[in-house]
């Protein structure tokens, strides 16, 4: 049967070639011209291991087509961004656009899955809402559900297809038809629920990450006050059977873990006072380094900053929401003294706001070296070369 995915990013893209690679004939919709184009010539515009591999076989095997506006299908999936707004409440906008563009393509016995993370009741009010045509009825004549994705940037192709899935329909029938659905190309256990109760599981998980990190965070900080080695309180910690901490770091990127908690404090403002809190800890947690580099730069006539990592964590090339490259920019422009910034996955045609310099560079001109993202690069320069340096490690990599 045939499928058309809405949305061809890093969730989009992935489900789409995994669809395609099981045998669906797939409809990838991106509105981006240049995506399309990219696509169809077999190659990828994101950075995700084994992913140039599938995508070129699925297209150069007619499984996989990208276009501009969605076609008919026997299941619509809607993989659009969820960002929020300045104040913190969710932009559906994306998610109401991709939901009024296959309107005019749905017909009776289709299935359109919701895989954006969404605040609760998206499923229902916006995507039933502007996606089903007058005189088709929910659960009888087509079947709306919720259905997460819940895969790692960096293992995408693995997870996407081994985790566990969450399926929340918006009646029995709608869920029944996802189930079987996902089981095809699945070999997690897929679970039923509501259309709501999917919703709020997959911001959940994401607030669960983003608190038990602001923990860890609001530790680092404290370390600091008591000029403590914070990992090594966490190492001797850890000891303990039931005590499980995370790793502090600069503070919380991406677009998931530090944007989907503020959709439950807006759901429920009164309701989230911990998730609320847990927010503004990891929120603040690049102020403190900041302050941190400026007081030890403040030692030096002519400090050079090297800045090692832009990405949001380690290993992706993705810059969005990160507190490493706030935190570089925040440098730059105070008269903290020249910085110099590297990021070894960023390339110059993704990146132009400030010149990149290479890690030997970096390495070799800096006073005063601040590590930011965890890259495997940076994990391997060797510890003479620290030697001679002030470091800031807020990754604690380098211990
Ligand atoms: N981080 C820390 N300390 C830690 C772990 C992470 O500071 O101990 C930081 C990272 O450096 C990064 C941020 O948190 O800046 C988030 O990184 P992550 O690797 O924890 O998660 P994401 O944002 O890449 O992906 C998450 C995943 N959710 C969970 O693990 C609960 C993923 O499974 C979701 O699919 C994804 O969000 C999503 O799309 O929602």
């Not at 929910?138 to 995408?156: M, S, T």
């Not at 709501?196 to 983003?210: G, H, I, P, Q, Y």
């Not at 910085?339 to 560079?361: G, M, R, Y």
């Not at 890259?375 to 320069?381: A, G, K, L, P, S």
Request: aromatic share 6%; with cysteine.
């Amino acid at each position: 049967s045939s499928v058309c995915v809405v949305g061809l990013g890093y969730i989009g893209l992935p489900t789409a070639s995994i669809l395609a690679s099981k045998g669906y004939q797939v409809a990838g919709v991106d509105v981006r011209e240049d995506v399309v184009e990219t696509i169809n010539r077999g190659e990828i515009h994101i950075e995700e291991p084994d992913l140039d591999v599938l995508v070129k076989a699925v297209v150069a095997n007619n499984r996989l087509k990208a276009i501009r506006e969605p076609q008919p299908a026997d299941v619509f999936i809607i993989c659009v961004p969820t960002p929020f707004t300045g104040d913190h409440r969710p932009d559906l906008s994306y998610v109401e656009k991709a939901s009024k563009a296959i309107r005019p393509h749905v017909r009776p016995g289709n299935l359109i899955i919701l895989e954006s993370t969404s605040p609760p009741r998206t499923t229902e009010d916006v995507v039933a809402k502007h996606a089903v045509p007058e005189g088709l009825v929910v659960g009888k004549d087509v079947f709306v559900a919720h259905c997460p994705e819940r895969v790692l940037p960096g293992r995408i192709l693995i997870e996407a297809v081994e985790n566990d899935r969450v399926i929340g329909g918006m009646t029995p029938a709608c869920t029944q038809k996802t189930k079987s659905f996902y089981q095809s190309f699945v070999t997690g256990e897929v679970m039923a629920t509501t259309a709501v109760s999917a919703e709020l599981t997959k911001l959940v998980e994401n607030s669960f990450r983003d608190v038990n990190i602001a923990f860890a965070n609001e530790l680092s900080v404290l370390c600091d006050h008591f000029d403590v080695d914070t990992w090594e309180i966490i190492e001797m910690a850890n000891r303990h059977p039931r005590v499980n901490i995370l790793s502090p770091g600069p503070g919380v990127g991406g677009h998931c873990i530090s944007v989907d908690p503020w959709f439950l404090v807006d759901a429920a403002p009164e309701l989230t006072n911990l998730i609320r809190t847990a927010r503004e800890v990891n929120e603040s947690k690049p102020q403190h380094v900041i302050d941190k580099v400026l007081k030890l730069s403040a030692r030096f006539t002519n400090p050079v900053i090297g800045c090692l990592g832009l990405t949001y964590k380690s290993d992706v090339d993705d810059l969005r929401e990160s507190p490493s490259l706030d935190i570089t920019r925040a440098l730059m422009n105070s008269d903290a003294g020249e910085v110099l910034a590297c990021d070894p996955l960023i390339t110059e045609d993704q990146f132009s706001e400030f010149p990149l310099h290479t890690l030997d560079e970096v390495l070799k001109r800096s006073t005063l070296i601040v590590l930011l993202t965890d890259h495997q690069q940076f994990r391997e320069i060797s510890p003479a070369v620290l030697h001679e340096k002030v470091v800031v490690d807020t990754r604690g990599i380098w211990r």
